[in-house]
Structure formats: structure tokens, C-alpha cells
């Protein structure tokens, strides 16, 4: 079946450093990919999303690119911020699904002055 | 409301217990997921449901687990005889569609079990 996995964590960085958080999923056809991300006390919230190969979702500075050759779909940011510490999750969905998406185990990130 | 509501935030029960998990969608969301988390791991489908009905339950561990959607709007997930294993994170998630892929999820629920 359709399955995402990440990188484990918990991730320290200090501020402006810069930030990779690995996602590798494997699935039939073409599923969509998306990151998620919880910030402390709140609920998961949609931070970029790609839905077919070479797309680049984009958003708040970070970036994922769809690699269909590789099956990842790795979450990069330039500098990281104090406010960017949350739990990241990576997800797939695919068309015939009815939009359920699929999560790997999260990957908590933490920044540091 | 402006987001979705779960409610209770937190609930202790006893090994044995029946529990109900409350939760509140975004209003005209037609699509309303539940998902849990158990320490440590990622998010776990549960069931979803497409108005008051749900076509997908096949994440439901066991039939001590049930869940039930009214007015396409509250859903209730019921858990029978809770066990020790049952203790995680019940996140619920809404979104305009089924076939719209950005769910709003609410705070979840923290139930444990002793």
C-alpha cells in the first residue's frame, strides 16, 4: 500500500540555518504530495502542496519538489526562524482515494536563538 | 466557528470505559475525516465521512470503534471497552470536498487510558 516515511527527529538548528527534512513515499499512479505543519497548541495546517512530478510547492520560504525518479519529496528552507519551530509532516494523496491523506510519523523541529 | 473543534481537549477514562470524542467541522464542509496519533508515530486514518455517510472505514482498528456524522455536521467517534492501547492523539479534520485535498484539522483530542 501507499506509505510515507521521514526522517526521524527531533531536529535542533540554530536561527538562519539551513533546513532539510528528507520525505520518501512510495504509491501507486500519481498521488499528490503535501507538507503539514503544527506549530505548539495548534491543529496540522497545509504549508505547501505539489500534485504532479517536477512541481515545486512553495510557501513562508520553504520549498519541496516533486522527484518522481527518486520518490521524495524533501522540505527545504534557506534560514530558519525561531517561529518555524514545529512538528513537520510529510503526506500523499492519491486521486481514487477520496482525498484521505496518507502521513508519515512527523518531524519535530527545533530552533534556537 | 472559524476552525474545527474537537472537544474534550483531554479525557482520562479507565480501562473499560466507554468514551465519545466530540467533533465540530467548518461550517459547509462536507468532508470530515478522523485520524489518531499515537506517541511517537505519524497520523493514522481512521474513517471519513462524505456528508452523513461514510464510504471509507477502513482505518477503524477494531468494533469496539464507531463513529457517526448527523446534519453533515458534528461527528462523534465512539470507542466501547477502551484498553490501554487506545491512549493517543484523536485529530479530526474537515475540508469543502472530498475530492479537496487541503483538510483543516482541529487540536485534537489527548485520551488516556489507565
Known amino acids: 500500500g501507499n506509505s510515507v516515511t521521514q526522517m526521524e527527529g527531533p531536529v535542533t538548528l540554530s536561527e538562519e540555518a539551513f533546513l532539510t527534512i528528507n520525505c520518501t513515499y512510495t504509491a501507486t499512479g500519481y498521488p499528490s504530495l503535501f507538507w503539514y505543519v503544527q506549530y505548539p497548541g495548534e491543529g496540522l495546517q497545509l504549508l505547501l502542496k505539489a500534485t504532479k512530478a517536477d512541481d515545486k510547492g512553495s510557501n513562508k520560504g520553504f520549498e519541496a519538489t516533486y522527484r518522481k525518479e527518486t520518490t521524495s519529496f524533501h522540505l527545504e528552507k534557506g534560514s530558519v526562524q525561531v517561529s518555524d519551530s514545529a512538528v513537520y509532516f510529510c503526506?500523499?494523496?492519491?486521486?481514487?482515494?477520496?482525498?484521505?491523506?496518507?502521513f508519515g510519523q512527523g518531524t519535530e523541529l527545533s530552533v534556537k536563538p | 466557528g472559524a476552525g474545527v473543534s474537537q472537544s474534550p481537549s483531554n479525557k482520562v477514562t479507565e480501562k473499560g470505559k466507554d468514551v465519545e470524542l466530540r467533533c465540530d467541522p467548518i461550517s459547509g464542509h462536507t468532508a470530515l475525516y478522523w485520524y489518531r496519533q499515537r506517541l511517537g508515530q505519524g497520523l493514522e486514518f481512521l474513517i471519513y465521512?462524505?456528508?452523513?455517510?461514510?464510504?471509507?472505514k477502513s482505518g477503524l482498528p477494531s468494533d469496539r470503534f464507531s463513529a457517526e456524522r448527523t446534519g453533515e455536521s458534528v461527528s462523534t467517534l465512539t470507542i466501547q471497552r477502551t484498553q490501554q492501547e487506545d491512549s493517543a492523539v484523536y485529530l479530526c479534520a474537515s475540508s469543502t470536498q472530498v475530492s479537496n485535498e487541503k483538510l483543516f484539522f482541529g487540536s485534537g483530542t489527548q485520551l488516556s487510558v489507565l
Open positions: 503526506a500523499l494523496s492519491g486521486g481514487n482515494q477520496g482525498g484521505k491523506l496518507i
Open positions: 465521512f462524505q456528508g452523513n455517510s461514510a464510504p471509507d
